[in-house]
């Protein structure tokens, strides 16, 4: 029993490495809410409204493209491709 060692918890180097990575999460996630509380997104006006035309803008392109598609797939078969 005369050969332990007596000494404080938060003078052993090892607690503080154990107790070191979960503090560092507290104090990291204040931070991020000070961010977040101080400093909000920006609101993007009628997103959803965007995303239509951009994927009608879209299949536009594509319905363009439509033809020299199917001359492409029918270039060796000689099969004249129906027109829609």
Same mark, same amino acid.
């Given at each position: %029993? !005369?050969?332990?060692?007596?000494? $404080?918890?938060?003078?052993?180097?090892y607690v503080w490495l154990i107790l070191g990575g979960p503090f560092l999460v507290v104090i990291a996630s204040f931070f991020t #809410? #000070?961010?977040a509380a101080t400093k909000p997104d920006a609101v993007i !006006?009628? #997103?959803y409204q965007k995303g239509i035309e951009i994927n009608k803008t879209m +299949? /536009? /392109?594509?319905? +363009? %493209?439509a033809p020299a598609t199917q001359a492409r797939n029918h270039a060796q078969?000689? $099969?004249k491709p129906e027109s829609h």
């Open positions: %029993m !005369d050969n332990q060692n007596n000494t $404080i918890w938060w003078k052993n180097g #809410y #000070y961010l !006006d009628n #997103y +299949s /536009e /392109e594509r319905d +363009s %493209m078969t000689g $099969i």
